[in-house]
């Protein structure tokens, strides 16, 4: 017994095979019947012969019993081949049900006689009697479905309508005409905005969501995509601030289209919505940085006209003049180096030192002590905190420390912090190098250093020409 499918028990139908087997074993039973007849007969005529009186009676015995024989053994192989045609044929009529029921077509069966295809055949029929009852209940279920899903369309809650908003990975929002209330949102959007969606119930209550322009004046109303878009407007596309459930304003990029039926009637409208924060934060960044570096190429070039300007008036020659200004730009072409890689933000003044103290004719690492706490200068009071520091490198290998073997330098700093505002204080003293005396004349580095480059430093530059060397006393903004 099996199991089936509306789960009532359906006898197994055996096989054909299995009708081919039993009609093998009947035929076998119909031949050794046929044999022992035989033998019984000539038995039989064997035994009459033994009382017979002569051979003519002997003969006429055994022809008989030959006779009944053979006539039983006829009988016998008639009856077999008419079974055999039956059970043929009830097989054909059985291979035909099949067919028709495999078909869904309609079944019918007259017993043919051969007991086990009838069997058989009553059990297909039974099955496809079954499965029309299946197929009609399904049949019906499935009207059932599609009503159900028509009324659910019309109530705005399609499960499949649900499951496509979702699978969106931007934020949707759906609004019906003319009125524009707003019917679905999808998970994204809440996503983005941290909080439920607003079911505003008129394009009047768009104000709701609380959406401002990059100046800071709010969106009106009619200016949504949304509401744009139920006006008929194709691909209406805005960029606003909108207020999270945080309370937090971020930038989204929004884009709509209307919705019309076959006539080409509004019938609705949809809107894409996008976080595009971090992208609008990265441009204003960038917008920033552009304005930063185009003030601190203008601030460049000023301090390159400038130390042209000032090395052209005490140059002798353009030979002095090519020389000491391209020593200069040099140096601040370095230190811009510098700046670039701190993004012109904050650079560490001991960095600075070290590329400003680079631009020397010679190595003077074992020469040149540093000590002092860790500071970082701003763009601007580093450039020009760079250039006079080259400035007393320069004087301190023509007349100071630098300008024998045994000068030295020490450069200490620490952070005065008794006024408002921290301030840097540097001082560069010389030691042990030839006798120094008051200049009756200075040169164009001690005015670029006390005109030029205190004054961008935001301080001030105190020189005393002692006869052990030179000290310098500088003091900047931090």
């Not at 012969?49 to 051979?55: D, L, M, R, V």
């Not at 699978?167 to 707003?182: D, K, L, N, T, Y």
């Not at 989204?252 to 509004?266: C, L, Q, T, Y």
Request: charged fraction near 25%.
């Amino acid at each position: 017994m099996t199991q089936g499918r509306d789960g009532h028990s359906a006898r197994r139908s055996p096989p054909l095979s299995a009708t081919a087997k039993a009609d093998a074993r009947a035929q076998g039973v119909a031949a050794l019947r046929a044999a022992l007849a035989l033998f019984l007969a000539m038995t039989s005529a064997a035994r009459a012969a033994e009382g017979a009186p002569n051979i003519a009676e002997v003969w006429r015995l055994a022809v008989g019993a030959l006779a009944v024989a053979l006539a039983l053994t006829l009988t016998v192989i008639f009856w077999l081949v008419r079974q055999r045609r039956e059970a043929q044929r009830a097989q054909h009529e059985l291979a035909e049900l099949s067919l028709a029921v495999e078909a869904r077509g309609a079944s019918h069966w007259s017993d043919t006689g051969v007991p086990e295809v009838d069997a058989i055949a009553h059990s297909l029929q039974d099955m496809d009697e079954r499965l029309r009852e299946k197929r009609k209940r399904v049949s019906e279920l499935n009207d059932l479905l599609m009503k159900s899903s028509t009324i659910v369309s019309r109530a705005g809650a399609n499960l499949q309508l649900r499951a496509l908003l979702d699978a969106v990975p931007v934020g949707i929002i759906i609004a019906e005409a003319p009125s524009g209330r707003i019917v679905e949102g999808n998970h994204v959007i809440e996503t983005i905005l941290r909080r439920p969606v607003r079911y505003s119930e008129s394009t009047q209550a768009y104000s709701e969501w609380n959406a401002i322009h990059q100046d800071g004046q709010p969106v009106a109303n009619e200016q949504y995509p949304l509401a744009r878009a139920l006006a008929g407007e194709n691909h209406p596309q805005l960029e606003c601030k909108i207020e999270r459930g945080d309370g937090a304003y971020i930038w989204i990029n929004i884009v709509g289209a209307p919705i019309r039926d076959d006539k080409g009637s509004v019938i609705g409208a949809i809107v894409a919505i996008t976080d595009i924060d971090d992208i609008k934060n990265t441009e204003m960044h960038n917008q920033m940085m552009n304005r930063e570096l185009h003030h601190r190429v203008n601030n460049s070039l000023a301090m390159i006209q400038g130390i042209a300007n000032i090395t052209a008036r005490t140059a002798q020659d353009f030979s002095s003049f090519q020389q000491g200004f391209s020593h200069r730009v040099q140096c601040l072409s370095r230190i811009s180096t510098l700046l670039v890689q701190t993004s012109w933000e904050r650079t560490p003044l001991k960095d600075l030192l070290m590329i400003a103290l680079s631009c020397g004719s010679h190595d003077y690492a074992d020469r040149i002590s540093m000590s002092g706490e860790d500071v970082e200068l701003r763009s601007a009071v580093a450039s020009a905190l760079g250039l006079t520091i080259n400035e007393l490198l320069a004087n301190a290998e023509q007349h100071g420390a630098l300008s024998d073997d045994d000068g030295r330098i020490a450069i200490s700093w620490r952070i005065d912090r008794e006024e408002d505002r921290p301030r840097l204080i540097l001082n560069w003293t010389e030691t042990g190098g030839p006798k120094v005396e008051n200049p009756e004349q200075t040169g164009v580095g001690h005015f670029l250093i006390t005109n030029v480059l205190a004054r961008q430093m935001g301080g001030d530059v105190r020189l005393s020409y002692r006869a052990e060397g030179l000290q310098a006393e500088l003091s900047a903004e931090i």
